[in-house]
């Protein structure tokens, strides 16, 4: 049985606006295995970014239960062992390519920074742009970059929130082949918030949501089932 890294239990989560609350979580329950792919689909404003950040412990829930048992304790788990992709990618703008993705592993004081940074670059075939800044990039390279710079820690869990917006839609399933090819070698688990039905016929499962619930959710392989 695949080590549990995510447990949540009637998750809710509720933000205070002007007009009132909104809720975007509404009682989700859910488990995470290592090894597993999931895509999370969903109308635009159905919780898909919210329920993510809740997963990578970037947010933490109104209400209900939502643990980590297979990657530590809160304080730990970035960027250490949940690596995480921002829609936008967020590089830092006074940085190079290679700087981005080396700052995760130096925050974990990880050796080989720079190599290991590289070589990350590389696995997403963006070797050649180490030396730009964001702002030299186009949308798609710094989609990739930030997909680099996820996974240079070799954390555990990857969350990645519509990582390919910016890119072609062959583009788009060959940095997702890259990053599913990774995520098989390393047995990491990988959630990926998409609207791309071509991609989430790749991951294992899939998450429908709808109004902040979960409408359906698919597996397409018995292997890495519920429990
Ligand atoms: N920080 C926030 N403050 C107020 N409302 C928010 C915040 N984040 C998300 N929401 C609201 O929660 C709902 C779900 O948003 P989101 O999770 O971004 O959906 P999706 O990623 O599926 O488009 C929306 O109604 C959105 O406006
Ligand atoms: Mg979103």
Known sequence: MA???????????????????????QGCSFRIHAGETIAIMGPSGCGKTTLLNLIAGLDVPSSGQLDWPGLGPFDTLRPERIGVVFQSANLMPALTAVENVALPILLTSGPDAETRALTALATFGVEALAAKLPEQLSGGQAERVAVARAVSTNPQLIVADEPTGQLDQASAVLLVDRLLAWGRQSGSAIVIATHDERMAAKMSRIWWMRHGKFESMVERSACTGAG
Do not use: C, H, N, P
């Open 3 to 25: 080590k549990t890294l995510a447990v949540a239990t009637d998750l809710w989560r509720s933000f205070q606006r002007e007009r009132g609350i909104v809720t975007a979580i």
